[in-house]
């Protein structure tokens, strides 16, 4: 990203960027524009999400608060590597992840903000680890009768 590119992010970025929960229970906001981001394809992560990959953005812990739920946060902290994974304890929602070598450093799950946060995401974290399953920009079609939904199509025979 060029020095221009990132100027006109950090203009449109809020002072601050908030987010939440599924349920709403827990909401926090930090200050923009966010430190870093990244796409985390590491295992734990996967798992933790029940997904492809997360992405995340973070900040330092003193530009992170909570506008409610603190107290309704769980904490799991994973035996390789004392990572400390937080969810909201309603609605399961991963909403922290912080590793033990950097207690400093909030990561919070990128889909959970309501707006840009002024950092886009241009790492891979754990490349090593993509799944063949997950998509990799493959041209897409509509699938007839049903509307919103896309595929790749059938599989070619060689």
């Known amino acids: 990203m060029n020095n221009q590119t990132s100027e006109k992010l950090r203009r449109r970025a809020p002072p601050s960027a908030k ?11 930090i200050a923009a524009p966010a430190q870093w981001a990244w796409h985390d394809h590491s295992q734990a992560t996967r798992r933790a999400h029940g997904a492809a990959y997360a992405t995340y953005v973070g900040t330092w812990k003193s530009r992170f608060s909570f506008l409610r739920g603190e ?12 990572a400390e994974r937080s969810f909201c304890s309603q609605c399961g929602t991963p909403v922290l992840y912080r590793r033990k070598r950097a207690p400093n ?9 309501e707006s840009g946060v002024g950092r886009e995401p241009r790492y891979h974290v ?7 399953w997950a998509y990799l920009g493959e041209k897409l079609k509509p699938l007839k009768g049903f509307p919103g939904v896309v595929w790749t199509g059938p599989r070619r025979k060689n």
């Not at 754990?126 to 063949?132: G, M, Y």
């Open 71 to 82: 107290d309704v946060l769980k904490h799991f902290v994973e035996p390789e590597g004392g």
């Open 105 to 113: 450093n909030l990561n919070i799950p990128r889909a959970l903000f």
């Open 19 to 29: 987010g939440q929960c599924l349920c709403g229970a827990v909401a926090f906001e």
């Open 126 to 132: 754990a490349i090593d680890q993509l799944q063949e």
